[in-house]
Structures are given as C-alpha cells and as structure tokens.
T-cell receptor, first 116, second 116 residues
Framework: NAGVMQNPRHLVRRRGQEARLRCSPM?????VYWYRQLPEEGLKFMVY????????ESGMPKERFSAEFPKEGPSILRIQQVVRGDSAAYFC??????????????FGPGTRLTVT | AQKITQTQPGMFVQEKEAVTLDCTYD???????LFWYKQPSSGEMIFLIY??????QNATEGRYSLNFQKARKSANLVISASQLGDSAMYFC?????????????FGSGTRLQVQP
C-alpha cells in the first residue's frame, strides 16, 4: 500500500515563475492537507481539501497561492510569481475519514522549493 | 487558537540513556489531541505517539512515552535507551477534536543529537 506521494521532491524556480506541487494521497483517503515548513521552523498549516472542495484555507496566503483537489488526479498546490520567501519545504498529508485524529494524517516526503 | 511551545532548540544525550523533550501547549478547546513527530535529516515526518486529552493513562509506543500533565498543559516526550538513529528534529503538535477544524498546530521543534 503506497504512502502519500509528492512530486517533485525538489523544485528550483526563478523569481516570477510558477511552481506546481503535486500530492497523491494514500489509497482510499479523500482528505488532503498542505503544510509549509520554513527553514529551522515547525510546519504551518496552509489548506485542507476534500475531493473538489476547499474546506479550510485559513493558513493560505491571500495572494499567489491556490490549491485544488480534483475528482480525478492529485491535489495541486500552485504558487504564482514565486519570490525568495516562498523557499521552503511543502508537505502534504492525507487522512481517511472526516473525524480522523491527527495520527491519521499520514505525511508525504515533502517538496523542497528553492527560489533563486 | 492553539499554541505549542518547545523551549529546547537543541538537546544532547548519551547513547543508551533516556531523554525528555519538553512541550507545553495552550488551547481553549475542551477536547484535543497531542502528537509527536520525528523528522530525520532526510526530511520526512514520522508519527511517533498520540495522546488524547481525555485519556486517563499516558501513551506509550515502544521506547517512546508521553508524560501528559493536563493541569500543567504539558506533553513531554520521553525516549528511553537512546539510539544513534534517534538523532533528528522532534516536533510536538496538537489539534482540536470534535470540531470541523482538522489542522495540526506544530511547535518549533527540538533537535536531538545522540552521542556514542
């Protein structure tokens, strides 16, 4: 049973370019969470999605960031016009049920975004 | 709002000794869960242990135990018989239960180094 998959594992973008980060949840999981980890810091919640719905985007920056989880295919975190401050590790987690406790958030390996 | 505080940026421990990593929290939610994750240098987030706020007994998972003191709002992680492979960042996290909010709130982490 494959775990949460994220790709790419490493992404380098120049300032002003777009970054697309993909997350495939564990089989049978329909809830996806995105977190961002700045260097030497803990993870910060960004957005929680179910299939075709954004449930909680309270941690998402208002501009340049968007997320989707279509009916078919992976969840995508999109960052437009990247700036150096977007350089971070972006983690995706998935869970199997609406009332899952935290340990049921299974984390992917993360995508390390570097903006040059 | 929830807040996690980890006051030890770094800790050293001798191999085979026990070590306690501190975590205090603040929340207004009556029901919540507390978690510890390990992040080795490879970067993935590994779930270690979970404690529910209404659990009567402290959680244990192998060499990991959670010293939960509800009145003090602390949830310290105890690692017994440290091994070299325990060297990593350790994050304390929490989330409310019985609500629509699913996001984990993380502390800033403690870097543990196990010395031979």
């Amino acid at each position: 049973n494959a775990g949460v998959m994220q790709n790419p594992r490493h992404l380098v973008r120049r300032r002003g370019q777009e970054a697309r980060l993909r997350c495939s949840p564990m089989k049978g999981h329909s809830h996806v969470y995105w977190y961002r980890q700045l260097p030497e810091e803990g993870l910060k919640f960004m957005v929680y999605l179910q299939k075709e719905n954004i449930i909680d985007e309270s941690g998402m920056p208002k501009e340049r960031f968007s997320a989707e989880f279509p009916k078919e295919g992976p969840s995508i975190l999109r960052i437009q016009q990247v700036v150096r401050g977007d350089s971070a590790a972006y983690f995706c987690a998935s869970s199997p049920s609406p009332r899952g406790s935290g340990y049921e958030q299974y984390f992917g390996p993360g995508t390390r975004l570097t903006v040059t | 709002a929830q807040k996690i505080t980890q006051t030890q940026p770094g800790m050293f421990v001798q191999e085979k000794e026990a070590v306690t990593l501190d975590c205090t929290y603040d929340t207004s939610d009556p029901s919540y869960g507390l978690f510890w994750y390990k992040q080795p240098s490879s970067g993935e987030m590994i779930f270690l242990i979970y404690q529910g706020s209404y659990d009567q007994q402290n959680a244990t998972e192998g060499r990991y135990s959670l010293n939960f003191q509800k009145a003090r709002k602390s949830a310290n992680l105890v690692i017994s018989a440290s091994q070299l492979g325990d060297s990593a960042m350790y994050f304390c996290a929490m989330k409310p239960m019985d609500t629509g909010r699913r996001a984990l709130t993380f502390g800033s982490g403690t870097r543990l180094q196990v010395q031979p």
